[in-house]
């Protein structure tokens, strides 16, 4: 009875993303507050149920708690915000990360749990990703509703590009990884590298330049750690499935931007269904060579490549800034492939009010949704805006020096839980390592944290993390460490 609810619970968790996906990826009250309420059921269950819940070690303990305390303090902000509903609404928001976080960290202790978090949520981008695509595939059996501003970019279920291209980077990422896992069965690994050409393929039509930019720190993350022969060269062979898949559709504007009469649409859907079918079963063939050929040896990375990544990718973020922020052209960018030829970005503009709100209440910040305030009084754009298109910007200028502490005390967290499981079960770790990394690098450029189908996959990820940490006894006193099993 007990083991079957635990079950039941880690299937509700990991099927999470996806169910919310299909309610605008839990966007709006209802379907947020509904996830609410069974994220922390989740939590009261595992309390109930699980062996030892609580956080024992020194990283869960600081990511649960900063997150936690970082929900406090977003609905504590109602006593100064400017509107007390968007407060509110950014307090629910914030507890329920925090329960799917605590509940994650509870849930995934058990081996074969924590082993089912990369398939299952790999599994969840392709559905989401997939459902995405089908319409442009297959336009005459399918139709979904479009708004007028994504230009025939890729929104749906989402309703939002950046957001369809975040998952696909997760579901990329993940793939890669799986596929290079020697210690996964054959066939999963297979599967892996089939289903990155459709994912690599939502990735491309999103248009999102975010997503681009977060898969690839996601696959650098990936390689430093999990350093093998055979996960480079599976990365390599899922990205070029990826690539391809792209690349056959980057000709065709009634695939691209649902341009065009429904004939025309019709016919390039089945042209690039038909090369979809063809690459997938290539990725599957040269997935299955790599199979036979087994574990091919670690890979010689130079000292301290985790920081060397780090500040490749950092810098590699602020020279994009840089490029972008010096561009001249006004003309408005078009929702389509030469969006990918320049860097530039009306981000510069909300960036720039969200620092004039962080000056102007340093500590406490102006109060949860009082950004959106800012910029009505400030923007230099006639553009509407709800959200700073920055976790980190969008903190301190809501929340100021405080919430800023806070949420650094979640990353830290995790950090220290993800070095302490590198050390103790690096199969485990890689994957949750380099999808997280996915969500760190875009949640500094898009509204992510207000879109919980693509956070809450992030925090699962957070929480498998936790869950390694707390296994292998890292961080305990010495009286009462435990010896960690292989």
């Given amino acids: 009875m007990r083991n079957g609810a635990l079950t039941g619970a880690r299937f509700v968790l990991l099927a999470g993303p996806v169910a919310l996906a299909f309610f605008s990826g839990g966007y709006f009250d209802g379907p947020r507050a509904w996830a609410g309420l069974v994220a922390w059921a989740l939590v009261a269950l595992s309390l109930l149920a699980a062996r030892r819940p609580l956080p024992r070690v020194a990283g869960p303990r ?3 708690g900063g997150l936690g305390l970082l929900a406090v303090w977003t609905l504590a902000s109602l006593a100064w915000a400017p509107i007390a509903d968007s407060a509110y609404d950014a307090g629910q928001l914030a507890f329920l990360y925090a329960g799917v976080l605590f509940a994650a960290t509870a849930l995934l202790r058990p081996r074969s749990a924590l082993r089912s978090v990369e398939p299952a949520l790999a599994a969840g981008a392709l559905v989401v990703v997939g459902y995405g695509i089908s319409e442009r595939l297959v336009p005459g059996v399918l139709h979904f509703h479009h708004s007028i501003s994504a230009e025939g970019r890729l929104e749906q279920p989402l309703t939002y590009w950046n957001a369809m291209g975040e998952a696909a980077a997760f579901g990329l990422v993940l793939c890669a990884r799986l596929a ?7 066939p999963m690994r297979i599967a892996a590298a089939v289903a990155a050409a459709p994912i690599g ?3 491309y039509l999103s248009f999102s330049r975010g997503a681009l930019f977060a898969a690839a720190a996601g696959l650098v993350a990936l390689i430093v750690a999990a350093p093998r022969r055979e996960q480079l060269r599976s990365a390599g062979l899922t990205l070029g499935a990826a690539a391809v898949a792209a690349a056959i559709s980057a000709p065709l504007h009634g695939v691209t931007g649902l341009a065009g009469s429904l004939g025309s649409r019709e016919r390039e859907g089945a042209v690039v ?11 599957g063939l040269g997935q299955r060579a790599l199979v036979r050929r087994g574990a091919t040896g670690p890979l010689a990375l130079p000292r301290h490549a985790g920081l060397i990544a780090l500040g490749l990718v950092i810098g590699l973020f602020a020279l994009s800034l840089a490029v972008g922020s010096s561009e001249t052209s006004t003309a408005p960018l078009s929702g389509g ?5 320049t860097l530039r970005t009306n981000r510069y503009a909300y960036w720039h009010v969200a620092l004039r709100a962080f000056a102007d209440e340093p500590v406490r910040g102006v109060g949860a949704g ?9 923007r230099r ?6 959200d700073a298109h920055s976790l980190y910007l969008q903190t301190a200028a809501e929340l100021g020096l405080i919430g800023l502490a806070l949420l650094a005390a979640f990353l830290g967290g995790v950090f220290w839980a993800a070095r302490d499981a590198l050390r103790v079960a690096p199969g485990l770790a890689a ?9 760190l690098a875009h949640v500094a450029l898009d509204w992510d944290w207000q879109m919980p189908a693509v956070t809450l996959t992030a925090l699962i990820l957070a929480g498998a993390l936790l869950s390694l940490s707390e296994l292998s006894g890292v961080g305990r006193p010495p009286r009462t460490r435990a010896v960690a099993r292989s």
């Fill in 62 to 64: 600081l990511a649960i």
């Fill in 180 to 186: 290079g896992d020697a210690t996964r069965p054959s």
């Fill in 201 to 203: 393929l939502g990735l």
């Fill in 273 to 283: 269904l038909v090369v979809l079918v063809v690459v997938m079963t290539a990725a």
């Fill in 337 to 341: 492939a030469t969006r990918y030829t």
């Fill in 370 to 378: 009082g950004w959106a305030v800012y910029w009505l009084r400030l």
């Fill in 381 to 386: 754009i006639d553009e509407g805006a709800q």
């Fill in 431 to 439: 994957g949750p390592i380099a999808g997280f990394v996915v969500w």
